[in-house]
C-alpha cells in the first residue's frame, strides 16, 4: 500500500512542485495520473521512486516511510517502466527481464548472466502473462516492434516482485489498438500480482477506459481523485483549460524521469 500524508515539495527556485497532497494507494489499483505539464505529475512519480525527498509531510510504501536513510529500501519495493524503456538492445528477451533482479542478483551472476533457475522460470511466465511466447524468449530486444519492447518492460518492471509500479507514459509511441492491448496488459498484472500501478497518460480515453481510479493534478495539487465516470466533461476541460503551455515545465526541476 502506497500512502502520501501532507506531502509537500519546494524546489530551490521556488517552485511549489507538489502542494499538501494526501493519497493512499490500494494494492492492485490502476491508478492513472492526469495533469496538464507542470502539473506535478513527474515529480510526485519521483518521489515514490526515492528520487525526490519531500520537505513536508510523509510518504511511506508497505510501511517503510521515505527518507534519505530509507531511500534504498523503498527503491527495491518500486517497479519502472520507462517512457525510453530502456531495455538493452543486445541482450535477449529473456535476459532483459532478468535485469529487474540485478540489485538483487550479485555482481558476479549479472556480469556472467547466471540466473537461479526459479528466476528464470518466474522470467519466463511474466512474458507469458504479457502475451510473449516461448519463441521470443531469446530473441534480441532490437529486433522487437515497439509493443512488443513494451510487453518485455511490463515483464521486467514486476520481475522484483515490487509493491508499487510506476509508468511513464509507457504506451506514448504506441498506435491506439496496441495502446490498448499494453494498457490492458499492465491492468491484468497489476491486479493479478496485487500491485499498485501509477501510470501518467496524455490520452484522456485512455484514462477513462482502463483507470480503475483516475488522480488529476493541477498546480501541484489534487484537482480531482474518482472513478473514471465521476470525471465528466466539464472537470475533464476544467482541468486543462488554465494550462500554459509556454511556461517552463516544473515536472522534471531535478532532471530526472519518472
Same mark, same amino acid.
Given at each position: 500500500? &502506497?500512502?502520501?500524508?501532507? !506531502?509537500? #515539495?519546494?524546489?530551490?527556485?521556488?517552485?511549489? $512542485?507538489?502542494?499538501?497532497?494526501?493519497?493512499?494507494?490500494?494494492?492492485?489499483?490502476?491508478?492513472?495520473?492526469?495533469? *496538464?505539464?507542470?502539473?506535478?505529475?513527474?515529480?510526485?512519480?519521483?518521489?515514490?521512486?526515492?528520487?525526490?525527498?519531500?520537505?513536508?509531510?510523509?510518504?511511506?510504501?508497505?510501511?517503510?516511510?521515505? =527518507?534519505?536513510?530509507?531511500?534504498?529500501?523503498?527503491?527495491?519495493?518500486?517497479?519502472?517502466?520507462?517512457?525510453?524503456?530502456?531495455?538493452?538492445?543486445?541482450?535477449?528477451?529473456?535476459?532483459?527481464?532478468?535485469?529487474?533482479? &540485478?540489485?538483487?542478483?550479485?555482481?558476479?551472476?549479472?556480469?556472467?548472466?547466471?540466473?537461479?533457475?526459479?528466476?528464470?522460470?518466474? $522470467?519466463?511466465?511474466?512474458?507469458?502473462?504479457?502475451?510473449?511466447?516461448?519463441?521470443?524468449? /531469446? #530473441?534480441? @530486444? =532490437?529486433?522487437?516492434?515497439?509493443?512488443?519492447? +513494451?510487453?518485455?518492460?511490463?515483464?521486467? %518492471?514486476?520481475?522484483?516482485?515490487?509493491?508499487?509500479?510506476? %509508468?511513464?507514459?509507457?504506451? %506514448?509511441?504506441?498506435?491506439?489498438?496496441?495502446?490498448?492491448?499494453?494498457?490492458?496488459?499492465?491492468?491484468? $498484472? @497489476?491486479?493479478?500480482?496485487?500491485? @499498485? !500501478?501509477?501510470?501518467?497518460?496524455?490520452?484522456?480515453? /485512455?484514462?477513462?477506459?482502463? @483507470?480503475?481510479?483516475?488522480?488529476?493534478?493541477?498546480?501541484?495539487?489534487?484537482?480531482?481523485?474518482?472513478?473514471?465516470?465521476?470525471?465528466?466533461?466539464?472537470?475533464?476541460?476544467?482541468? /486543462?483549460?488554465?494550462?500554459?503551455?509556454?511556461?517552463? =515545465?516544473?515536472?522534471? *526541476?531535478? +532532471?530526472? $524521469?519518472?
Amino acid at each position: 500500500m &502506497l500512502q502520501f500524508n501532507s !506531502v509537500s #515539495r519546494v524546489f530551490d527556485d521556488g517552485t511549489r $512542485a507538489v502542494n499538501n497532497v494526501s493519497l493512499r494507494v490500494e494494492k492492485g489499483e490502476f491508478c492513472v495520473l492526469l495533469g *496538464p505539464s507542470g502539473a506535478g505529475k513527474t515529480t510526485l512519480m519521483n518521489m515514490v521512486n526515492g528520487v525526490v525527498i519531500p520537505d513536508s509531510g510523509d510518504l511511506s510504501i508497505g510501511g517503510v516511510h521515505l =527518507s534519505r536513510k530509507t531511500r534504498s529500501a523503498i527503491q527495491r519495493k518500486v517497479g519502472m517502466i520507462h517512457q525510453q524503456l530502456n531495455l538493452i538492445p543486445r541482450l535477449s528477451v529473456l535476459h532483459n527481464v532478468l535485469t529487474g533482479i &540485478l540489485p538483487q542478483a550479485g555482481f558476479l551472476s549479472s556480469l556472467v548472466k547466471i540466473f537461479p533457475q526459479e528466476q528464470q522460470r518466474k $522470467a519466463c511466465q511474466l512474458l507469458h502473462e504479457v502475451g510473449l511466447e516461448e519463441r521470443h524468449l /531469446y #530473441r534480441r @530486444a =532490437s529486433n522487437l516492434s515497439g509493443g512488443q519492447q +513494451q510487453r518485455v518492460a511490463i515483464a521486467r %518492471a514486476f520481475m522484483s516482485s515490487p509493491e508499487v509500479v510506476l %509508468a511513464d507514459e509507457p504506451v %506514448a509511441s504506441l498506435d491506439p489498438a496496441m495502446s490498448r492491448s499494453v494498457l490492458q496488459s499492465l491492468k491484468t $498484472a @497489476a491486479q493479478h500480482h496485487g500491485v @499498485a !500501478v501509477l501510470c501518467t497518460l496524455h490520452q484522456m480515453d /485512455y484514462a477513462l477506459e482502463f @483507470a480503475d481510479r483516475i488522480i488529476a493534478l493541477r498546480a501541484g495539487e489534487v484537482f480531482f481523485d474518482g472513478r473514471p465516470d465521476q470525471m465528466d466533461k466539464a472537470t475533464q476541460e476544467e482541468l /486543462y483549460k488554465l494550462a500554459k503551455p509556454s511556461a517552463p =515545465s516544473t515536472e522534471n *526541476p531535478e +532532471q530526472v $524521469a519518472a
